[in-house]
Each structure stands twice: as structure tokens, then as C-alpha cells.
């Protein structure tokens, strides 16, 4: 169908800034009726010049629905009412090949209730006879129910709950002669027992098992002496203990375990010596700790920071004199201070502050050496040439809309791939080209703006009624990548356009991707 001139529409409808609603023609209406069940309402408002809200409440006013309704016959209704009690909505609108919605609305109407504990006479003889010996999930495979639901329905009849497997007098009598000696793990396997069904058992006959040995004064006395000066391994290997015993044991006796970064006499004095003259970091270099664990320490001790820095008459001509000029840290190093901070602090109660760079004015031709120069020169150099700061600089070029610079050194590639760049730059994603050329989407753009070009929104293709004959008969069966080719679009609008014809969907070894809202 030839496409409409609607200028004249789109004329008269402006009025003082805004655009006001203007009425539908025949050859509107006619354009509607005959897309809109394959085509997006936003893509018919865009080639009507009409919003996607004004194309779909016209759609209603003219009785076009995207599905054709369908009405209920007295037969359906007969079984409906049958089914929907027996099986609930999902299952009914499966079987109906109904929408959830309309399932449930028409149950709603008819005052059906789904009768979710139904269960027919051979499920509940099932149940009676294997539900004792076999468990709620035994039976809940074989008649179609969850395990709660079974549970719920032998209650419901009387039925007591699966109990388990009992222990006859014989595994008895193996677990008292096997559980002290080879422990629990090993008699569960031996009985084909789980673990805790052991441990449970063990626990109501009074058994215990060599593995969970007590503790002896002996050995309590040896974990006092030695808990705080050797390791727990250590200490575990004179004892016959494991270290993870040992360690247990220092926590329930509330001894202080080993710690061999300990600190020692020499550190703590060295500490206490300089921490008002030097500063915390060179405390902690000197003694082999962190910046953190000397501040700690002294914290601990109930001493104050370091005292800050007592400023002389000449300290403070020297800061009134090049505060403006020179970088704080340069005049921190000069005066000997540990830290430019307190440089600035002391600026501060000076009332001195720095002055801030006055505002660049770009000219333009300075803006038209960014654009020629930004991608090819290093920024430093471009910075020092224009006199600006390289922060600057970036900042103007992204106004500028100049593609980012790419990391380290950058080659162009062949003329091929640049000839192909040029050729389906507009026309298809960057990624998607990226993948085809086996480059980085980054490097891509960067070739792009080297050439000259700029990315534009892709023009929006209108599919004929041959292209989508052609989609229908061969989607499932000729590449995409080809078949894309052939109508000149982007393999994500042939994927959206084969989803609105209802073509069964492919699988793509680059993954499921929601295509873009481009494309009618």
C-alpha cells in the first residue's frame, strides 16, 4: 500500500505550540483497520502522525482488537463448569485454549469455584494403601498432588502420618556393640542409617561414642599454662586433640588464644616515644604494623593524636606569600609538615583561600581544532595547545558529541571492514556489525568518527505484504543474517517481525535479545 500524504493533517493541527486532536478521515480509518493486527500501534501512529494512545482508543471506538473475541457455546459451558471445578483456571485455559483472564472472569460470572482438595476414588484408594508404608511424596508422585495436599487429606480421613523405618531389636543390638568404638558416621553407614537418625537414636539409648571424648583436669591444666605461648596445633598434638577441639576448649574456658603477631615491649615504647612528634605512618613502617593498628594501640591507651604542627611567624609569612601561588603539597614539603591538610587548615583560620582558575571561553575555532583533532592528538598536548586542563578539554569534546578516545595505541582496520563500516553504520546496531567484523562495538565507533560518520536512529522499515510471505516460508529455514541482508534490516527487526507474524521462534547461538522498539 502506497504511503498516505498526511501533511496537510499534520498542518492543521498545530495550534499555538501544542497539537490539538484532530478528527479521523475514511483513509485513516481504512490504514488502521488494515494493520493493526501486524502492526505496533506505535509504528501506525508514527506513519499516521498520530500518538499510540489516539491509535488504540480509535482502534476500540471502531471494534478492532488485536484477538478476535470469541463466544461462549452452550458446550463449552457444560464442560467448562465440569473441568473448572475439578482442575482450577491454569489447567482450564490450557484445555479451552482460553486466556487466564477470560477463564476467570467467566467463572467469576457463573459463580464456579475451583475445589482444589477434589480427589477421585482411585487417588484416595491409593493413598489409604501405600501412605503409611510409603511416605507423602511417594504417593503425591503417582496421584498428581503436592505433598502438602496429601498430608492434608489422610488427615482429613484419619490416616496417620508416615512415621519412618523402625529399628529392630537386631540394629539395636549392632549399634550398642559398634556405636562406642567406630562412632556415629561410621555406624550410620554400616545400618544404612542417615546420620541423624543415628545421633537421635544414640541420644534415647544413652550411648556415647569415643569421638566426643571429655575433657580431663589434666588437660584443662595443660590448656591454661599453654593456651596464651603455643599454637593450638601445638598444644592439640601433646594433648591428643585436634586443633579445632583445642581452640573450642580455650573459648569455654575463656583463656586468650595465641597470637603471634603479638606486640611486644620494644613496639609499644617506640609507640609511646614519637607519636607526638612523627607521623602514624612512620610509627607503623618503623615497627612493622598498620596505620590502623597504631592508632588503635593508642586509643587503647588512653592517649591523645598526634599534636598538630605549631606554626612560627616565618612559617606564616612563607604561607601568606605562596598560598596562591604554589601547590598546597609543595609548600607542605618546603615548611617540613607532615601533611598538606594541615597546610589548608591553617590557610583556613589565615583566611587565605585559593583562588579559583578563571572559566574558559571556548572560541570557535578552538571548538572546530577539538573536532578535527580530539580522536588523532594526545590529549595532553591538545590541552597545552588550546591552554586548557585536560578535564577541560574531555568535557568540551563530549558537549561536542566527538566519540571517546580509545585506551593505548589504536589500528585502523582493513579497508574492507571500513568499506563495510561505512556501508551498515546507519542501518544496523553497532554491536551487531562489531560481531560481524569480530571487533569490539568500541572500536567500531571510534572507526566511525575517524571517517566522518555520526550514529543517527536507524529509518524505520515498512514491511510489504511479499516480505512477510517471504518470512512465513523461509525464516525457519534460511540464515537470519541472510535473510536480514536481503530485506536490508537488522537481524533484531527480521527476529520482531517473525514474533508478530507468529513464527516459531529460533535458536540463536548469540542468545535471546529483546529487540528494540524501532521497527514496525
Not at 470469541?70 to 473448572?84: D, L, M, N, V
Not at 566426643?212 to 596464651?228: F, H, I, M, P, V
Not at 598526634?306 to 606554626?311: A, D, F, N, Q, S
Not at 568518527?449 to 510471505?469: M, N, Q, S, Y
Request: with cysteine; glycine share 6%; proline share 3%.
Amino acid at each position: 500500500m502506497a504511503r498516505l500524504n498526511y501533511n496537510k493533517f499534520r498542518n492543521r493541527r498545530r495550534k499555538r505550540g501544542r497539537i490539538a486532536a484532530a478528527k479521523w478521515d475514511s483513509a485513516e480509518d481504512r490504514y488502521l483497520i488494515a494493520h493493526y493486527y501486524t502492526m505496533l500501534a506505535r509504528a501506525i501512529g508514527k506513519h499516521l502522525g498520530r500518538t499510540e494512545s489516539g491509535v488504540t482508543h480509535r482502534a476500540k471506538r471502531l471494534g478492532v482488537w488485536k484477538q478476535e473475541f470469541r463466544p461462549w457455546t452452550a458446550e463449552e459451558k457444560s464442560a467448562f463448569i465440569r473441568y473448572y471445578r475439578k482442575h482450577g483456571a491454569h489447567a482450564t485455559a490450557r484445555s479451552f485454549k482460553r486466556t487466564l483472564l477470560a477463564v476467570r472472569t467467566k467463572a467469576h460470572l457463573w459463580g464456579i469455584h475451583w475445589d482444589a482438595y477434589h480427589w477421585a476414588p482411585k487417588h484416595e484408594a491409593l493413598l489409604k494403601r501405600y501412605y503409611v508404608s510409603r511416605g507423602a511424596s511417594w504417593v503425591a508422585q503417582r496421584v498428581g498432588h503436592t505433598p502438602d495436599s496429601v498430608k492434608a487429606r489422610a488427615m482429613k480421613l484419619g490416616i496417620r502420618h508416615w512415621e519412618g523405618r523402625r529399628f529392630s531389636q537386631h540394629e539395636l543390638e549392632i549399634m550398642q556393640r559398634l556405636y562406642p568404638q567406630k562412632g556415629r558416621r561410621e555406624t550410620a553407614r554400616l545400618l544404612g542409617r542417615s546420620f541423624g537418625a543415628v545421633s537421635t537414636k544414640a541420644h534415647k539409648l544413652g550411648l556415647h561414642a569415643n569421638e566426643l571424648r571429655r575433657w580431663t583436669k589434666e588437660e584443662n591444666e595443660s590448656l591454661r599454662q599453654y593456651a596464651g605461648t603455643r599454637p593450638a596445633k601445638h598444644i592439640g598434638k601433646e594433648i591428643n586433640r585436634s586443633r579445632q577441639a583445642v581452640i573450642k576448649q580455650i573459648q569455654v574456658l575463656h583463656l586468650s588464644a595465641y597470637n603471634p603477631n603479638k606486640w611486644t615491649a620494644q613496639q609499644k615504647a617506640y609507640v609511646l616515644k614519637h607519636y607526638k612528634t612523627k607521623p602514624y605512618a612512620e610509627i607503623a613502617a618503623k615497627i612493622g604494623r598498620t596505620f590502623t593498628a597504631v592508632a588503635a594501640f593508642l586509643q587503647s591507651q588512653g592517649k591523645r593524636r598526634r599534636v598538630l604542627h605549631t606554626w612560627t611567624n616565618k612559617e606564616k609569612s612563607y604561607i601568606i606569600k605562596w598560598y596562591n601561588k604554589k601547590p598546597v603539597g609543595e609548600i607542605a614539603r618546603a615548611l617540613g609538615v607532615s601533611s598538606w591538610v594541615e597546610v589548608r587548615t591553617y590557610a583556613g583560620k589565615l583566611g587565605l583561600w585559593r583562588q579559583r582558575l578563571p572559566m574558559h571561553r571556548w572560541t570557535e575555532e578552538e571548538k572546530a581544532i577539538v573536532l578535527r583533532d580530539y580522536v588523532h592528538a594526545p590529549i595532553a598536548e591538545l590541552a597545552a595547545r588550546i591552554g586548557v586542563t585536560e578535564h577541560g578539554l574531555e568535557g568540551m569534546a563530549s558537549r561536542l558529541g566527538v566519540a571517546h578516545r580509545p585506551r593505548g595505541h589504536f589500528k585502523m582496520p582493513s579497508d574492507e571492514k571500513l568499506s563495510y563500516i561505512k556501508e551498515w553504520y546507519y542501518r544496523k546496531p553497532i554491536r551487531e556489525i562489531a560481531q560481524t567484523l569480530g571487533l569490539k562495538w568500541t572500536e567500531v565507533r571510534t572507526c566511525a568518527a575517524k571517517i566522518g560518520l555520526r550514529r543517527k536512529r536507524p529509518p524505520l522499515h515498512h514491511w510489504t505484504a511479499e516480505e512477510k510471505a517471504i518470512i512465513r516460508q523461509e525464516y525457519l529455514q534460511t540464515p537470519i543474517m541472510t535473510l536480514a541482508n536481503r530485506f536490508s534490516v537488522s537481524e533484531q527487526a527480521l527476529m520482531h517481525m517473525a514474533a508478530i507474524l507468529g513464527v516459531a521462534k529460533r535458536n540463536t547461538s548469540r542468545g535471546k535479545k529483546k529487540s528494540r522498539a524501532l521497527f514496525g
